[in-house]
């Protein structure tokens, strides 16, 4: 057998390259909080997770939509309307759970469409999600108009994105929830181990005897579901719903987050709880950098940058 | 023909992951002289042929023209240096006129880089009429059949006016007069002093057009003859190895079971599908293995899609044991248990970055879940027992899949059927770019198969292989199976002359 | 080169929309409503039609919008702030645009990374980057000062072409604007560059069939980062138009104007799977996006309706893009069966 010389150091460039973003979060961490020491305050901490909760939400949600080779654009808008659906629910006096199922129900209704049209009708997933982007943001003006709509006295509604338990806000609970659920699908689940083999190889998978399509709809849905929820969360935080939340470079934000976290803009690997990761590392970088008083521009700058240094080396890995 | 090479490779050595495809290959061409190429798949032909175009570089070794070390891995360099290729896959760009893909990236222009489409015009009439090949110029070539679009591949190698012509499989989707004619133009660029390599699976071509053949096995040249000094019998013995030659003659020694038990599991009649392949009629019994064999383009393997309930049929019936069946989609398929292992298992086979245990089970996750739960213990057991019958190495059934060998990697994706214990196996191409000893073992597992009462259905060019394992014979020519032999009553040389019955 | 059942379809569909406007639409069959069309949407054809170059090669660019921004940031500073004259400027802004484009490209062929993703990251480096150098909070005074250069003010413009060709007694006019002749400009400069040169011939073989192109001894890499240089020039020349005509620059100019460029180019047939399409379709594609607005909001219809109909447009465009090479298939499996 002919021997490879040299495979010792790349294999070792790799098991750096793969743990990347836990190092270079470890590495931030320590700079803020030698430059700031009141980063490191549990209020801090807690703000960040509270912070990035919506994001964190729509990017777990979101993170299965990629692994197949797909993208979600349309997330920002199904924020907007989630939020609408719910006011005007609660303004019909609705019990609780019907004003949040109507709410959930638009954003798994907008991925579902999504999906069956990328699935089905095999057009390409950027131009249908933008399109549906610009449908949704039209219908979620034309239903709530340009004005704010208060939330006023409803404190069980408020509760959800404003309220504390055990000393935590209460939206950090659903994340946390959320966040497992997708990391147990992803991993304890015949879908997420479908998902994945989607990803990576779609004919085999079609060759294998999946229901492709049926699985890729699903995906968009659960995207839409999670946009959904960080649509009523936010609403509920802020006591207020408006056609325009989620303003363009939500989705970007979202996305950046999910490829960060290593997920491959290609499909197939991928994985819930590195999204996670991205998403704490976008949040920790951001709230550092407010710390800092690093001003708004840099912090563009920065994001830019990181995106791009940890995908050239994601690149380099595979 | 003393001139001095025009083109020589020295230890050439490719290797991909751990595959070695190329080993230390010397391979030389001079003025004039028209050399065959051949060996199984995965011989390491097509390795060889993208070293010499710059398509890859090697990972060892260096490329001489005319005597000249030349830079590798870079075909534009190849190209000005004069060497041309046919490849075996479309190399055009679908959406772009004949014209354009003839001249693609070295269209004659004007002062700033203005297409100068008269003279490019004029250059490709010429081209045509010097080679008697009439084909609309302005057509769209994604428009055009795929016979035509050989073509185009055709001229576009010519067009270059190139010193070394490579010629990978030029023939496989030809009809019989353009082989004929591509073999005329053959002689007439040997008279220029073209140097020629020509691959090919047919014999047949090789002992009317070749001078000198390389014979090559395993990724290494093992034999270098004038064609003139070399008889048939020597050819495949070579191509295909002492021991495995040995093997298939023990083989033939063994009992084989044509008709298996008499069981019909698969009855196709009069099947046909418009433009790709017409009333095809057979019968798959319980216990035997069937192959069916022909030429690249004798549509076999849009049979086995269709079969598989990839593509539909328009005419003709099907049935599964006794049943008519009319699959939608694959999920059918395999429900009345049909298993199908595809011939590119990269891109159709296998999920290369997940694990051996995941891909072992992909075609059985109804069975490995309780409720919502995957129970990936259970997926680890039965990949283990997997693994351990199908001897794959390394027995690590967390190993991402692209990390193993291509025989081991053809075995996982035989073994994802097994679990099923499916009642009608279709293998297309089982043991391409697999090395000997895995063939071996996958044709070990395939007679297992078979003894346990599958009914199994293999498309295979390799006919070393066909002869080996097969209880029936079918020989497939453009699109019809025209007949099906019993194994033990049938030679070589007979299958050799019916599959090329089209081309000779 | 062929003209393309696509192609067709799109100038019918552009036709019986004017025809629908001019009909059910008031004030839609008028000069002022035409000189609105032109003076609004020949920008958005100009960034349709850079978009469409990396759209070829198999790409995306989601930057333009923040070149768009960061060029005009440029412009404002150069001419309040350090008093360029503005035929200075102008050279200077087109070059910062393609270098800017030129980076993209450089992302995408020398680190590999996804044209999507590459671009997303730049959308945001150029929008911080335009904060950054922005005059308007360098020196606050500034931001209520117009910009008065004649060179750069010069591009908004409009001529009486109605008056030259004497025509005016017959019908009504619109008065053109300029960026609608540097629209056109660019429009045959780019068209004859893509079907007439060697570099639109890799263009679409680049697109078409990358490892073919790159066999064929083509410098891919170099086609790439061209494309997206291109489409970067495309964004500084919009925002050169946008400041002459805001006589100002925000740090926020151009933003999403990627997602209607990225709209515009494949309702023009510009196909997401390379290799197919011109630069007609995109900027007719500009102009019939801007009809649909116009005339719906001349018929009274909500804003966001428009943002609907936008959306179905699209959805239908990439739809019917999608039944064509369908079509096409079942067609080629049929003259198979001929053949065969």
């Given at each position: 057998?002919s021997?490879?010389?040299?495979?010792?150091?790349?294999?070792i460039?790799?098991?750096v390259?793969?743990?990347a973003l836990?190092?270079a979060?470890?590495?931030?961490?320590?700079?803020?909080?030698?430059?700031?020491?009141?980063f490191?305050?549990?209020?801090?901490?807690i703000g960040?997770?509270?912070?990035?909760?919506?994001?964190?939400?729509?990017a777990?949600?979101?993170?299965f939509?990629?692994m197949?080779?797909g993208?979600?654009l349309?997330?920002?808008p199904?924020l907007?309307?989630?939020?609408?659906?719910?006011?005007y629910?609660?303004?019909?006096?609705?019990?609780?759970?019907?004003?949040?199922l109507a709410?959930l129900?638009?954003?798994v209704?907008?991925?579902?469409?999504?999906g069956l049209?990328i699935?089905f009708l095999?057009?390409?997933p950027?131009?249908v999600?933008?399109a549906?982007l610009?449908?949704?943001?039209?219908?979620?003006l034309i239903?709530g108009?340009?004005?704010?709509?208060?939330?006023?006295?409803?404190?069980?509604?408020?509760?959800?994105?404003?309220?504390s338990l055990?000393g935590?806000?209460?939206?950090?609970?659903i994340?946390a929830?959320?966040?497992a659920?997708?990391?147990?699908v992803?991993r304890r689940t015949?879908?997420?181990?479908?998902?994945?083999a989607i990803g990576d190889n779609e004919?085999?998978?079609?060759?294998?005897?999946h229901?492709?399509?049926?699985?890729?709809?699903?995906?968009?849905a659960?995207s839409?579901?999670?946009?959904?929820?960080?649509?009523?969360?936010?609403s509920s935080q802020v006591?207020?719903a408006?056609?325009t939340y989620g303003p363009f470079?939500?989705?970007?934000?979202v996305i950046?987050a999910?490829v960060?976290?290593g997920t491959?803009?290609m499909?197939g690997n991928?994985?819930?709880?590195?999204?996670?990761?991205?998403?704490?590392?976008?949040g920790?970088?951001?709230?550092?950098?407010?710390i800092?008083?690093?001003p708004?521009?840099?912090q563009?700058?920065?994001?830019?940058a990181?995106i791009?240094?940890?995908?050239?080396i994601?690149?380099?890995?595979? | 023909?003393?001139a001095p090479?025009?083109l020589?490779?020295?230890?050439?050595?490719?290797?991909y992951?751990?595959?070695?495809?190329l080993r230390?290959a010397?391979?030389?061409l001079r003025?004039?002289?028209?050399r065959?190429?051949?060996g199984?798949n995965?011989?390491?032909?097509?390795t060889?042929?993208?070293?010499?175009t710059?398509?890859?570089?090697?990972?060892?070794?260096?490329?001489e023209?005319?005597?000249v070390?030349?830079?590798l891995?870079d075909p534009?360099?190849?190209?000005?240096?004069g060497?041309a290729c046919i490849?075996?896959h479309?190399n055009?760009?679908?959406a772009?006129?004949?014209?354009?893909?003839?001249?693609l990236?070295?269209q004659?222009?004007r002062?700033?880089?203005?297409?100068?489409?008269a003279r490019?015009?004029?250059?490709?009439?010429?081209l045509?009429?010097r080679?008697r090949i009439?084909?609309?110029?302005?057509?769209t070539?994604?428009?055009?059949?795929?016979?035509k679009?050989?073509?185009v591949e055709i001229?576009?190698?010519?067009?270059l006016?190139?010193?070394?012509?490579?010629?990978?499989e030029?023939t496989?989707w030809l009809?019989a007069?353009?082989?004929?004619?591509?073999?005329d133009t053959?002689?007439?660029l040997k008279?220029?002093?073209?140097?020629i390599?020509?691959?090919?699976?047919?014999?047949d071509?090789?002992?009317?057009v070749?001078?000198?053949m390389t014979?090559?096995?395993?990724g290494?040249?093992i034999?270098?003859?004038?064609?003139?000094d070399?008889?048939?019998?020597?050819?495949v013995h070579l191509?295909?190895g002492e021991?495995?030659?040995?093997e298939s003659?023990?083989?033939a020694h063994?009992?084989?079971?044509?008709?298996?038990?008499?069981?019909i599991?698969?009855?196709?009649r009069?099947l046909?599908?418009?433009g790709v392949f017409?009333e095809v009629s057979?019968?798959?019994h319980a216990?035997e293995?069937l192959?069916?064999?022909?030429l690249i383009g004798?549509?076999?393997?849009?049979?086995?899609?269709?079969?598989?309930?990839?593509d539909r049929?328009?005419?003709?019936t099907?049935?599964i044991d006794g049943?008519?069946?009319?699959?939608a989609?694959p999920?059918?398929?395999?429900?009345?248990?049909?298993?199908?292992?595809?011939?590119?298992?990269?891109r159709?086979?296998?999920m290369l970055?997940?694990?051996m245990?995941?891909?072992?089970?992909?075609?059985t996750l109804d069975r490995?879940h309780r409720g919502?739960?995957?129970?990936?213990?259970?997926?680890?057991?039965?990949?283990?027992q997997?693994i351990?019958s199908l001897?794959i190495?390394p027995p690590?059934?967390?190993?991402p899949v692209?990390?193993?060998?291509?025989g081991?990697?053809q075995?996982?994706?035989?073994?994802?059927?097994l679990?099923?214990a499916p009642?009608?196996?279709?293998?297309?191409?089982?043991?391409?770019?697999v090395d000997v000893g895995a063939?071996a073992e996958?044709?070990r597992?395939l007679?297992?198969e078979r003894?346990?009462?599958?009914a199994?259905?293999v498309?295979?060019s390799d006919?070393e292989?066909?002869f080996?394992?097969?209880d029936?014979?079918?020989?497939?020519?453009?699109?019809?199976?025209?007949?099906?032999h019993?194994?033990?009553d049938?030679?070589?040389?007979?299958?050799?002359?019916?599959?090329?019955?089209?081309?000779a | 080169?062929?003209?393309?059942?696509?192609t067709?379809?799109?100038?019918?569909f552009?036709?019986a929309?004017?025809a629908f406007?001019s009909?059910?639409?008031?004030?839609?069959?008028?000069?002022?409503n035409?000189?609105n069309?032109?003076?609004?949407f020949s920008?958005?054809a100009?960034?349709?039609?850079?978009q469409?170059?990396?759209i070829?090669?198999?790409?995306?660019?989601?930057?333009?919008?923040?070149?768009?921004g960061?060029?005009g940031?440029?412009v404002?500073?150069?001419?309040?702030?350090?008093h360029?004259?503005?035929?200075?400027i102008?050279p200077?802004?087109?070059v910062?645009g393609m270098?800017a484009?030129?980076?993209?490209?450089?992302?995408v062929?020398v680190?590999?990374?996804?044209?999507?993703?590459?671009t997303?990251?730049?959308?945001?480096a150029?929008r911080?980057?335009?904060y950054t150098?922005?005059g308007?909070?360098?020196?606050?005074?500034?931001?209520?000062?117009?910009?008065?250069?004649r060179?750069?003010v010069?591009?908004?413009?409009?001529?009486?072409?109605?008056?030259?060709?004497?025509?005016?007694k017959?019908?009504?006019?619109p008065w053109?604007?300029l960026s609608?002749?540097?629209?056109?400009a660019?429009f045959a400069?780019?068209q004859?560059?893509?079907?007439a040169t060697r570099?639109?011939?890799?263009?679409?073989a680049?697109g078409?069939?990358?490892?073919a192109?790159?066999?064929?001894?083509i410098?891919t890499?170099?086609v790439?980062?061209?494309?997206?240089a291109?489409?970067g020039?495309?964004?500084?020349?919009?925002?050169?138009?946008?400041?002459?005509?805001?006589t100002?620059a925000?740090?926020?100019?151009?933003?999403?104007s990627?997602?209607t460029?990225?709209?515009?180019?494949?309702i023009g047939?510009?196909s997401?799977?390379?290799g197919i399409g011109?630069?007609f379709?995109?900027?007719?594609g500009?102009?019939l996006l801007g009809?649909?607005?116009?005339?719906?909001?001349l018929?009274g219809v909500p804003?966001?309706?428009?943002?609907i109909?936008?959306?179905?447009?699209?959805?239908?465009a990439?739809?019917y893009?999608r039944?064509?090479v369908v079509?096409?298939?079942?067609?080629?499996?049929?003259n198979?069966a001929q053949?065969?």
């Amino acid at each position: 057998m002919s021997t490879i010389n040299g495979t010792r150091s790349p294999q070792i460039a790799q098991r750096v390259a793969a743990n990347a973003l836990p190092l270079a979060m470890a590495a931030i961490v320590v700079v803020f909080a030698i430059a700031q020491p009141a980063f490191l305050t549990p209020d801090n901490l807690i703000g960040i997770v509270r912070q990035v909760a919506l994001i964190g939400i729509m990017a777990t949600c979101m993170t299965f939509v990629i692994m197949t080779g797909g993208v979600d654009l349309s997330v920002g808008p199904v924020l907007a309307i989630a939020g609408l659906v719910s006011f005007y629910c609660l303004q019909a006096d609705l019990p609780l759970a019907v004003v949040i199922l109507a709410g959930l129900a638009v954003g798994v209704l907008i991925g579902t469409f999504n999906g069956l049209v990328i699935a089905f009708l095999q057009l390409p997933p950027i131009i249908v999600t933008l399109a549906t982007l610009s449908i949704v943001r039209g219908s979620a003006l034309i239903l709530g108009g340009p004005e704010q709509h208060l939330i006023r006295n409803e404190p069980a509604y408020s509760f959800i994105g404003a309220g504390s338990l055990f000393g935590l806000p209460f939206s950090i609970y659903i994340f946390a929830l959320v966040a497992a659920v997708m990391i147990f699908v992803q991993r304890r689940t015949p879908l997420g181990l479908l998902v994945t083999a989607i990803g990576d190889n779609e004919r085999a998978a079609h060759l294998s005897g999946h229901r492709t399509r049926i699985t890729k709809t699903l995906v968009y849905a659960i995207s839409g579901f999670g946009a959904a929820l960080a649509g009523i969360i936010q609403s509920s935080q802020v006591h207020t719903a408006l056609a325009t939340y989620g303003p363009f470079g939500t989705e970007l934000d979202v996305i950046a987050a999910v490829v960060l976290g290593g997920t491959s803009i290609m499909g197939g690997n991928g994985s819930v709880a590195r999204t996670l990761l991205g998403v704490f590392f976008l949040g920790i970088v951001n709230n550092g950098m407010n710390i800092l008083n690093v001003p708004i521009d840099i912090q563009l700058i920065a994001k830019g940058a990181i995106i791009v240094i940890a995908l050239a080396i994601a690149a380099r890995r595979s | 023909m003393d001139a001095p090479a025009i083109l020589r490779g020295v230890g050439l050595t490719k290797i991909y992951g751990n595959l070695v495809a190329l080993r230390d290959a010397d391979f030389s061409l001079r003025p004039g002289e028209v050399r065959a190429l051949i060996g199984s798949n995965g011989a390491g032909k097509s390795t060889l042929i993208k070293v010499f175009t710059g398509a890859i570089a090697p990972t060892l070794g260096r490329v001489e023209i005319d005597g000249v070390a030349a830079p590798l891995g870079d075909p534009s360099e190849m190209i000005r240096r004069g060497i041309a290729c046919i490849y075996q896959h479309s190399n055009l760009a679908p959406a772009m006129s004949v014209l354009d893909n003839i001249f693609l990236g070295r269209q004659p222009t004007r002062r700033f880089g203005f297409v100068d489409s008269a003279r490019q015009r004029r250059e490709a009439r010429a081209l045509l009429e010097r080679h008697r090949i009439a084909i609309d110029l302005d057509a769209t070539v994604g428009n055009l059949p795929t016979v035509k679009q050989k073509e185009v591949e055709i001229l576009k190698a010519l067009a270059l006016d190139a010193r070394v012509i490579l010629m990978d499989e030029p023939t496989a989707w030809l009809a019989a007069s353009e082989v004929a004619k591509l073999h005329d133009t053959i002689r007439m660029l040997k008279t220029r002093a073209v140097g020629i390599v020509y691959i090919s699976h047919v014999l047949d071509e090789i002992f009317a057009v070749c001078d000198t053949m390389t014979i090559m096995r395993d990724g290494r040249v093992i034999a270098e003859s004038a064609v003139a000094d070399i008889d048939r019998p020597r050819v495949v013995h070579l191509m295909v190895g002492e021991k495995l030659a040995r093997e298939s003659a023990e083989a033939a020694h063994e009992k084989r079971h044509p008709r298996g038990t008499g069981e019909i599991r698969m009855s196709a009649r009069d099947l046909t599908k418009r433009g790709v392949f017409t009333e095809v009629s057979f019968d798959l019994h319980a216990g035997e293995i069937l192959c069916i064999t022909g030429l690249i383009g004798s549509k076999r393997t849009e049979l086995l899609r269709t079969l598989f309930g990839c593509d539909r049929f328009d005419g003709g019936t099907l049935q599964i044991d006794g049943r008519t069946a009319a699959f939608a989609s694959p999920t059918g398929a395999i429900a009345a248990g049909v298993g199908f292992v595809p011939e590119d298992r990269h891109r159709e086979g296998l999920m290369l970055d997940m694990t051996m245990t995941e891909n072992l089970a992909m075609a059985t996750l109804d069975r490995f879940h309780r409720g919502l739960m995957l129970q990936r213990r259970r997926m680890s057991e039965a990949a283990r027992q997997a693994i351990a019958s199908l001897s794959i190495q390394p027995p690590d059934g967390s190993r991402p899949v692209k990390l193993l060998s291509g025989g081991n990697q053809q075995k996982v994706l035989v073994g994802k059927w097994l679990n099923r214990a499916p009642r009608i196996l279709i293998l297309d191409e089982p043991t391409v770019g697999v090395d000997v000893g895995a063939k071996a073992e996958i044709y070990r597992i395939l007679r297992r198969e078979r003894e346990r009462g599958a009914a199994i259905l293999v498309v295979s060019s390799d006919l070393e292989e066909v002869f080996t394992i097969a209880d029936r014979i079918g020989v497939m020519v453009a699109g019809r199976l025209v007949r099906i032999h019993d194994a033990d009553d049938c030679r070589l040389q007979d299958i050799v002359r019916e599959i090329g019955g089209a081309a000779a | 080169m062929t003209i393309r059942p696509a192609t067709v379809a799109l100038v019918l569909f552009f036709a019986a929309t004017l025809a629908f406007f001019s009909v059910s639409a008031p004030r839609f069959a008028t000069a002022t409503n035409y000189e609105n069309l032109m003076a609004g949407f020949s920008f958005v054809a100009i960034l349709a039609m850079g978009q469409a170059f990396p759209i070829l090669v198999r790409g995306i660019d989601l930057s333009i919008g923040a070149i768009v921004g960061l060029v005009g940031m440029v412009v404002f500073d150069l001419t309040l702030i350090f008093h360029v004259p503005g035929y200075v400027i102008l050279p200077v802004a087109l070059v910062v645009g393609m270098l800017a484009g030129a980076l993209n490209g450089v992302l995408v062929v020398v680190l590999r990374l996804q044209p999507f993703i590459a671009t997303l990251a730049t959308l945001a480096a150029y929008r911080g980057l335009t904060y950054t150098i922005s005059g308007r909070q360098l020196v606050p005074g500034l931001s209520t000062t117009p910009i008065t250069d004649r060179w750069i003010v010069g591009i908004e413009n409009y001529f009486d072409v109605g008056g030259w060709l004497g025509v005016n007694k017959l019908l009504a006019m619109p008065w053109f604007p300029l960026s609608f002749f540097i629209m056109l400009a660019l429009f045959a400069l780019f068209q004859t560059l893509v079907l007439a040169t060697r570099f639109g011939r890799d263009l679409y073989a680049v697109g078409g069939n990358y490892e073919a192109a790159r066999l064929a001894g083509i410098n891919t890499g170099r086609v790439i980062i061209t494309a997206y240089a291109l489409s970067g020039l495309c964004a500084a020349i919009a925002a050169l138009i946008m400041v002459a005509r805001f006589t100002t620059a925000t740090e926020a100019l151009g933003t999403g104007s990627e997602l209607t460029a990225i709209a515009a180019a494949v309702i023009g047939g510009v196909s997401l799977a390379g290799g197919i399409g011109s630069m007609f379709g995109p900027a007719l594609g500009a102009f019939l996006l801007g009809a649909v607005l116009l005339g719906l909001t001349l018929q009274g219809v909500p804003q966001f309706v428009q943002q609907i109909i936008t959306g179905a447009i699209l959805l239908a465009a990439v739809g019917y893009d999608r039944l064509l090479v369908v079509r096409r298939q079942r067609r080629l499996a049929a003259n198979l069966a001929q053949a065969g």
